[in-house]
């Protein structure tokens, strides 16, 4: 069974910056595509960034490209998104996601605040 545990949100002014953690447990394989998502109240939850677990290719939602770098310690199994420049409208629950062969789990999310 794969578990997602996230960490690394809080509360932050507009311009800062924030590493979010997901550390991954009960990878069985390679070839997984892990990703992390966002929600914000009362909106539906929207794609921010993935990366190949197995040979690191990346992937950014148009709004976060330049700002945001997600990346992955094989060694620490964890998956890292470096958030840069952050804005107001960056104000969302944070949820790192595993995906292989149409199956995805899910972590529990971690808060991000940016105050303007």
């Known amino acids: 069974q794969v578990q997602l545990v996230e960490s690394g949100g809080g509360l932050v002014q507009a311009g800062g910056s924030l590493r979010l953690s997901c550390a991954v447990f009960g990878l069985t394989s390679s070839r997984y595509v892990m990703a992390w998502f966002r929600q914000a109240p009362g909106k539906e939850r929207e794609f921010v960034a993935a990366?190949?677990?197995?040979?690191?290719?990346?992937g950014y939602a148009d709004s976060v490209k330049g700002r945001f770098t997600i990346s992955r310690d094989l060694a620490k199994s964890t998956v890292y998104l470096q958030m840069n420049s952050l804005k107001s409208e960056d104000t969302a629950v944070y949820f790192c996601k595993a995906e292989r062969s149409g199956v995805d789990y899910w972590g529990q999310g971690t808060q991000v605040t940016v105050s303007s």
């Open positions: 990366i190949n677990w197995s040979g690191g290719s990346t």
